[in-house]
């Protein structure tokens, strides 16, 4: 048996065989994944039980009416399919606003995996950009600062100073993630920060600048410490050392995110204080 | 079997081009786009924008526990000087925990005790007397890193205290931010304490007051001399305003200029030999270059216009005055070797007092608004910035000598007093508290 299966083989030749069988199976298992991710209607659904809720991850302060819900239906479309099972009435519930208003969408059935994850990230962010921007112009008619306040125009900045970072992770969901772990990170560095703004007058301070980097365990700790550029100033060098050493350890990685180490870099500066 | 593995070329090449791609496609799914994983983070200006420094009470020595208040007194000054200094935040002695023996070494002492209220610096004094003597011995400690950063012993007389704690204050300035101290400096100013003006003389921060002139009549515009050793004023107790100067050394009062019209308001070269004084003895208030005995060198306006208030800058090439030629006062700077003359203010219409740093700044008084305010500016490019901006009347700035603190006069608590503050206008506070209204302060070395 053995010598007809040679005799077979030694048929043929062997070398296109086995690169044409490479091809063909790559065909197939592209056309698998295309049919998923393009024609979802052709896999099973999957069934939900019990109302659908959306709840916000960031509380942020408003004035009264947060921002349109209509807005945010239409994005989930009532889509019900004919092998859905149990259907829902949906409803809206209003909770204190402390609370954070879980929104009802619609009755719906999930068609895909897929889509269920990317849709509410979507509008999450959808709806935290469309709130910044709410605050934005009531930034504009109040110029009077609370630390709430503060707190969202720092996490806008930290929103457009996202261009800068790479993915940082897999999917867009760590994006927000990323951003309130950054924020965490600088706001514990800065509250350790501690260096007499007054010594270099008027002139110095703009070129105070100091870049740090960090390696940073998964649980927070710091592994390493060094500078990628000193400033002029060894004592603003020294402020900045403190600082990172008082942090340690820094908050651990938010979840979901898989690495089990990260590079921070930091720029240390004292900008904030040119104005005015 | 392996003879299948022996593969023609053409077939061999295939096979690579597929294995890679296949490989390649593996990896891709397996693991995902990172790209540069860094995490960029700014931070822009530190929480605690002074050092928060602790200083107890010092260690009292002495056997029989002499000079008990001493323990605070010396503290207090060294407080005070960092306090002032405007990098250093002292903090409430109410938060510190229990003392214990003397100066301990660094390995004894508990920093953590100190850094649970948030010193990042700690001051540790300890002090003996002998006889009317008294021997200080100071240190200071980093808390985070748990380290001495400095040591000193001074010894003096226990009467003179302030002045052996300002040595020592401005050996920590020294250590701990690299510039020199200026808590030996000297302000001489006009006050009214006996109802009349009169020129007083007092440490940079407004202690030890002691009056100068006791003329009972208008003592105005002391300027020290760039040595410390004399000062420069105008006075009215001849008659009209003479101007005349205080010599340290003999503790004379020597009249130099007695011209008919003005003889007012001059300063220094900042050589010492020379002053510019304002005189009018041609009609118009003019600056003139005069040597030390009041002898005139040269003149040094001749516009129309009452061109007063004049200035050295540090190289002693240029001088800074105020001149209403063009229909207010202004502040102009003249080249003495050229004579041209530019116009250095241009907002507001009432722009006087310059003082020229050694930093090469130059401040000023500006009404813009009704009240009186200082600005500084920079004399070649302009760009005024406002310093104070009190509802109040803040005037008479003049520079430390190192050109980064100023000392002015306000009346922002009701009557005239003298105030520090840094260059840049931070950490405004009063330093004068004697009777009466307290004008015109000049920093001295």
């Given at each position: 048996m053995k010598s007809k299966w040679h005799e077979t083989m030694a048929d043929e030749p062997t070398a296109p065989r086995w690169g044409k069988m490479m091809l063909v199976s790559?065909?197939?298992?592209?056309?698998?994944?295309?049919?998923?991710?393009?024609?979802?209607?052709?896999?099973?659904?999957?069934?939900?039980?019990?109302?659908?809720?959306?709840?916000?991850?960031?509380?942020?302060?408003?004035?009264?009416?947060?921002?349109?819900?209509?807005?945010?239906?239409?994005?989930?479309?009532?889509?019900?399919?004919?092998?859905?099972?149990?259907?829902?009435?949906?409803?809206?519930?209003?909770?204190?606003?402390?609370?954070?208003?879980?929104?009802?969408?619609?009755?719906?059935?999930?068609?895909?995996?897929?889509?269920?994850?990317?849709?509410?990230?979507?509008?999450?962010?959808?709806?935290?950009?469309?709130?910044?921007?709410?605050?934005?112009?009531?930034?504009?008619?109040?110029?009077?600062?609370?630390?709430?306040?503060?707190?969202?125009?720092q996490l806008q900045a930290q929103i457009k100073r996202e261009t800068r970072n790479g993915p940082g992770g897999s999917g867009v969901e760590s994006g927000?993630?990323?951003?309130?772990?950054?924020?965490?990170?600088?706001?514990?560095?800065?509250?350790?920060?501690?260096?007499?703004?007054?010594?270099?007058?008027n002139k110095g301070n703009k070129d105070l600048e100091t870049v740090v980097l960090l390696k940073v365990k998964k649980d927070g700790s710091i592994l390493e410490t060094s500078f990628s550029k000193k400033s002029a100033d060894f004592i603003f060098d020294q402020s900045v050392m403190k600082a990172i050493e008082r942090s340690n350890p820094l908050p651990p990685f938010p979840e979901g995110y898989m690495r089990s180490h990260e590079e921070i870099e930091i720029n240390f500066n004292l900008r904030d204080l040119e104005k005015g | 079997m392996f003879s299948k593995w022996r593969l023609p070329f053409r077939g061999k090449r295939i096979?690579?081009?597929?294995?890679?791609?296949?490989?390649?496609?593996?990896?891709?799914?397996?693991?995902?786009?990172?790209?540069?994983?860094?995490?960029?983070?700014?931070?822009?200006?530190?929480?605690?924008?002074?050092?928060?420094?602790?200083?107890?009470?010092?260690?009292?020595?002495?056997?029989?526990?002499?000079?008990?208040?001493?323990?605070?007194?010396?503290a207090e000054v060294i407080s005070r000087d960092l306090d002032l200094s405007g990098y250093f935040s002292p903090l409430d002695k109410r938060a510190f925990l229990e003392e214990r023996g003397k100066l301990e070494s660094p390995e004894e002492i508990r920093f953590r005790d100190w850094?649970?209220?948030?010193?990042?610096?700690?001051?540790?004094?300890?002090?003996?007397?002998?006889?009317?003597?008294?021997?200080?011995?100071?240190?200071?400690?980093?808390?985070?890193?748990?380290?001495?950063?400095?040591?000193?012993?001074?010894?003096?007389?226990?009467?003179?205290?302030?002045?052996?704690?300002?040595?020592?204050?401005?050996?920590?300035?020294?250590?701990?931010?690299?510039?020199?101290?200026?808590?030996?400096?000297?302000?001489a100013f006009v006050s009214t304490t006996t109802g009349h003006k009169e020129i007083y003389v007092s440490d940079y921060d407004g202690e030890n007051a002691r009056q100068l002139t006791d003329d009972k009549s208008i003592a105005l515009l002391p300027r020290w001399s760039p040595a410390g050793d004399r000062i420069l004023f105008t006075s009215y107790k001849d008659g009209g305003p003479m101007l005349y100067i205080w010599e340290a050394a003999t503790r004379s009062i020597k009249r130099i200029s007695a011209r008919p019209g003005l003889n007012m308001g001059g300063s220094w070269s900042p050589d010492g030999r020379r002053l510019a004084l304002t005189l009018s003895l041609n009609e118009n208030p003019d600056i003139f270059l005069t040597d030390l005995n009041g002898k005139i060198i040269k003149q040094v306006t001749r516009t129309w216009g009452i061109n007063v208030s004049p200035v050295f800058s540090p190289d002693g090439k240029e001088m800074a005055f105020v001149s209403n030629r063009?229909?207010?006062?202004?502040?102009?700077?003249?080249?003495?070797?050229?004579?041209?003359?530019?116009?250095?203010?241009?907002?507001?219409?009432?722009?006087?007092?310059?003082?020229?740093?050694?930093?090469?700044?130059?401040?000023?008084?500006?009404?813009?608004?009704?009240?009186?305010?200082?600005?500084?500016?920079?004399?070649?490019?302009?760009?005024?910035?406002?310093?104070?901006?009190?509802?109040?009347?803040?005037?008479?700035?003049?520079?430390?000598?190192?050109?980064?603190?100023?000392?002015?006069?306000?009346?922002?608590?009701?009557?005239?007093?003298?105030?520090?503050?840094?260059?840049?206008?931070?950490?405004?506070?009063?330093?004068?508290?004697?009777?009466?209204?307290?004008?015109?302060?000049?920093?001295?070395?």
């Open positions: 790559l065909g197939f298992h592209l056309a698998i994944f295309s049919m998923i991710l393009f024609f979802p209607g052709y896999t099973s659904t999957r069934m939900i039980a019990g109302p659908v809720y959306e709840v916000e991850l960031v509380e942020l302060p408003s004035e009264g009416k947060f921002m349109d819900r209509a807005e945010a239906q239409p994005m989930v479309g009532e889509k019900k399919l004919p092998s859905s099972g149990k259907e829902v009435p949906a409803r809206r519930i209003d909770k204190p606003a402390e609370e954070g208003k879980p929104v009802v969408i619609a009755k719906r059935t999930i068609p895909t995996e897929k889509k269920e994850t990317k849709e509410p990230e979507k509008s999450s962010s959808k709806l935290i950009d469309q709130a910044l921007s709410k605050i934005e112009r009531k930034k504009e008619e109040e110029p009077k600062k609370d630390p709430i306040k503060e707190a969202i125009a927000i993630t990323i951003r309130m772990y950054r924020l965490k990170v600088e706001e514990r560095i800065k509250s350790n920060w501690s260096y007499p703004t007054a010594l270099r007058g | 096979a690579f081009r597929t294995g890679r791609v296949g490989l390649f496609l593996i990896l891709f799914f397996v693991f995902p786009a990172q790209g540069l994983a860094k995490i960029y983070i700014d931070i822009n200006a530190p929480s605690i924008r002074k050092f928060n420094v602790a200083i107890p009470d010092f260690r009292n020595l002495n056997k029989s526990g002499e000079n008990p208040e001493l323990a605070g007194q010396l850094a649970v209220i948030g010193a990042e610096l700690l001051v540790k004094g300890a002090y003996t007397c002998l006889g009317s003597r008294v021997e200080v011995e100071v240190r200071i400690y980093d808390v985070f890193w748990s380290r001495q950063i400095l040591g000193k012993i001074v010894l003096g007389e226990i009467s003179a205290y302030r002045h052996l704690m300002h040595r020592l204050s401005n050996e920590i300035i020294l250590a701990l931010t690299g510039y020199q101290g200026i808590f030996l400096t000297k302000l063009s229909g207010s006062p202004q502040i102009y700077i003249l080249n003495l070797a050229s004579g041209t003359e530019e116009r250095l203010t241009f907002d507001g219409n009432y722009n006087t007092s310059p003082s020229w740093s050694s930093q090469n700044r130059i401040t000023y008084t500006s009404m813009q608004g009704g009240t009186f305010d200082i600005y500084s500016i920079d004399p070649k490019e302009g760009r005024p910035r406002r310093l104070t901006e009190h509802p109040a009347n803040d005037e008479d700035a003049c520079f430390s000598p190192d050109g980064r603190y100023i000392a002015f006069s306000s009346n922002r608590e009701g009557a005239y007093h003298l105030y520090l503050m840094n260059e840049n206008g931070q950490n405004q506070r009063r330093i004068s508290f004697i009777k009466g209204e307290q004008t015109a302060p000049s920093w001295g070395p």
